[in-house]
């Protein structure tokens, strides 16, 4: 070949390459921080490892010491941290309609010079009306055609769910709707004035009612609660899935920061989780049991309705109660089972509206997009309505939101969500609605999946220690001293789920909440000796104790490894037709973490890992252990604590096993078992 058109050739292999190269790195980045629940990390072994490497270990600072519980201080900054733009979506159609109190208005014009849907435009308005948690009802409330003359369309609606849609007129003629070439739809909400209005008398009646009922007279009042019921807060509570205390500090910074300006805010730095996902967390947090006390009652065989959710107890005392999450297909009480809620749980629950919602857009994943915005703007609008509305009429109410979408799968997808959630909170407060209201952000867990997840000992230690962060109004601060003292100080101790609660049992003015027996009002103080055990949190989540790295090639470690795998494939022994035996592949880390640091020191100051020794001289009747290992033939990844007995020399399985990275869905095997599961061809 002439050298000519081989120069010629090899520039062109190199162009080829080099876009080849940029198109992988475009995909694989819109890969790393999808939403999508089954979102896959492909790196390598080879890559994974070395991702996890944050440089020599160093014995980390301490963060927090009551004296019985340390929590090491974990870096703000990592090589995974950075900040994500806003979702770009197509946002046309946004302009089209708007809906005002209570009037529908159809800005004819718009669409007109929108060109797609040419001069002879037909619209539909339907409301969303609610069937049960799965199936919603579309019914038509008007059809009408666009005038010639541009002139608006207005039309009054007191529908709290409202879908509109405008076709080509050739389009809606068509016997199916879908065939019409060009559309545009809309989903609007409201709250309706209305619903408002009627509820005022009801809200005052059922307060008088509910504290009277409570506290027979002042005295007894005055014993048994010290908020003045003219003090009674709202609670707005926003949820975010798979978000660290020190994840919700990275990406809702400037959310932060204007609080801190206006409010009184209370960060938990011994805010502890007590499950493993988010179910197990929201029921402490929302009922003050564990999961293991609702299965005495309750399973998914039957409906959520018999669950008593702390919203119930503040409905009693006349609040106006909205309860709602994001996503559709990862509600927490629809998820595995398919029953839900038989009546809507709250006075204003919209899952009806998102179901909808997903059912009429091709979804963005990786953007996030519905339509023309996203899920975390269409429902921080729809609770800011809530909020505003039920304020200005004077009625109290309380907000439970639970996001997931935006964070579950994604450790930087929260900064999206970040300038519209400070938007929100920056709006209600200067509508003076934020002046009677607890606000709290909050998260279930840390990211349980992914590469941070897999740098194992910061990682797991984010993954139980949760966002909580509490804004008082400064009023109520200053109203209540003692409390806001008590609060001042248990931002340093050991809390969890069941604390918060109990907080919010004494905001209810409601003494059956304040029954249960798990957890401390953090209006109250919390014991500087609390210990994981006295606090409610296991010991596979308990982030109390310094950190000691052990020798990975320890014949002890080996063994309980293997412990830890065999526990594993103990779960899907009966099922060994469809899940394959797995086989330990490698030890990837493994730690002491311990409270016990005086006895644990001699075999460990100075040297890492630590000496051998300690597994025959420590001088404890058992060594707790913080194991990771990876399986084959699936790769699947794995960390728990295991217990070796030092007496017997046998080791124990003393926590859920927590899998910290996705591969395959494993459908052939019901859904508790598909972590542990490798489906066989």
């Not at 899952?351 to 023309?372: A, W």
């Not at 909020?387 to 579950?408: D, Q, R």
């Not at 804004?471 to 601060?477: A, C, D, G, Q």
């Amino acid at each position: 070949m002439p050298y000519g058109k081989l120069r010629k050739c090899l520039c062109l292999f190199c162009i080829l390459v080099a876009i080849l190269i940029a198109v992988y790195l475009v995909l694989t980045a819109s890969l790393y921080d999808t939403q999508d629940i089954m979102h896959i990390y492909t790196q390598d072994m080879h890559e994974d490892i070395a991702s996890n490497s944050l440089g020599p270990y160093q014995q980390p600072k301490v963060l927090l010491d009551t004296g019985a519980c340390q929590i090491i201080d974990i870096p703000l900054t990592n090589n995974f941290s950075h900040h994500l733009p806003p979702a770009k979506c197509d946002d046309t159609i946004l302009k089209f309609f708007t809906l005002k109190k209570g009037i529908l208005t159809v800005h004819t014009k718009k669409i007109y010079n929108y060109g797609k849907l040419g001069k002879h435009v037909v619209c539909e308005v339907l409301k969303i009306l609610r069937h049960d948690d799965f199936k919603f009802n579309l019914s038509t409330v008007y059809v009408f055609t666009l005038p010639n003359n541009g002139e608006d369309v207005k039309k009054r609606v007191e529908y709290e769910y409202l879908k509109i849609q405008c076709f080509s007129r050739y389009g809606f003629a068509a016997v199916d709707k879908r065939l019409a070439t060009e559309k545009v739809v809309r989903h609007l909400h409201q709250i309706p004035q209305s619903k408002v209005d009627m509820f005022v008398e009801i809200s005052q009646k059922r307060f008088e009612q509910h504290v009277k009922n409570e506290y027979k007279d002042k005295e007894k009042q005055n014993e048994n609660h010290k908020i003045r019921p003219q003090d009674r807060l709202n609670i707005l509570m926003i949820g975010f899935d798979s978000t660290s205390r020190m994840n919700g500090k990275r990406h809702l910074t400037s959310t932060f920061n204007y609080l801190r300006e206006h409010m009184k805010v209370y960060e938990m730095f011994g805010y502890n989780k007590v499950g493993e996902n988010t179910f197990p967390n929201l029921i402490p947090l929302l009922v003050g049991i564990s999961r293991k006390e609702l299965n005495k009652f309750w399973d998914w065989s039957k409906y959520a309705d018999l669950v008593d959710f702390i919203w119930k107890e503040f409905h009693k005392a006349g609040y106006a109660t909205f309860y709602g999450e994001d996503s559709d297909y990862m509600a927490n009480f629809n998820m595995y089972s398919e029953l839900g809620f038989k009546d809507p749980p709250a006075r204003h629950y919209f899952r009806h509206n998102i179901r909808s919602i997903h059912h009429t857009y091709n979804v963005s994943r990786s953007q996030l997009c519905y339509g023309p915005e996203p899920m975390y703007t269409i429902v921080f609008d729809h609770l800011k309505d809530f909020a505003l509305k039920y304020n200005a009429a004077g009625i109290p109410y309380f907000a439970h939101l639970m996001m997931t979408e935006v964070s579950h799968s994604s450790f930087n997808g929260l900064s999206r969500a970040n300038p519209v959630l400070r938007s929100m909170l920056k709006e209600l407060n200067e509508a003076s609605a934020l002046d009677n209201t607890l606000v709290m952000l909050l998260g279930d867990h840390g990211l349980r999946f992914g590469p941070y997840r897999r740098t194992w000992i910061y990682g797991r230690l984010e993954d139980c220690l949760p966002l909580m962060t509490l804004i008082f109004p400064k009023k109520f601060i200053k109203t209540y001293p003692i409390y806001a003292n008590n609060m001042e100080d248990n931002q340093w101790r050991l809390t969890s789920n069941y604390d918060v609660y109990k907080l919010m049992c004494d905001l209810s003015f409601s003494k059956d909440c304040q029954k249960k027996q798990k957890g401390i009002s953090l209006f109250n103080p919390i014991p500087r000796n609390r210990t994981c055990a006295d606090a409610n949190i296991p010991a596979g989540f308990c982030a109390c104790g310094s950190i000691y790295l052990l020798d990975e090639t320890s014949s002890h470690v080996g063994v309980a490894a293997q412990s830890f795998v065999n526990k594993i494939n103990s779960f899907t022994e009966a099922h060994r037709a469809v899940c394959g035996q797995l086989s330990l592949k490698h030890i990837l880390s493994v730690y002491i973490q311990s409270s016990d640091s005086a006895n644990i020191k001699t075999f460990c100051d100075g040297q890492s890992p630590c000496s051998n020794k300690i597994w025959s001289q420590l001088k404890s009747s058992h060594i707790d252990i913080i194991i990771a290992v990876q399986v084959s033939p699936n790769d699947a990844m794995y960390q728990t604590l295991v217990r070796y007995h030092t007496s017997f020399e046998t080791y124990e399985i003393m926590a859920e096993i927590s899998k910290t990275n996705l591969h395959k869905k494993a459908d052939c095997i019901d859904s508790q078992l598909v972590p542990y599961c490798d489906c066989q061809p």
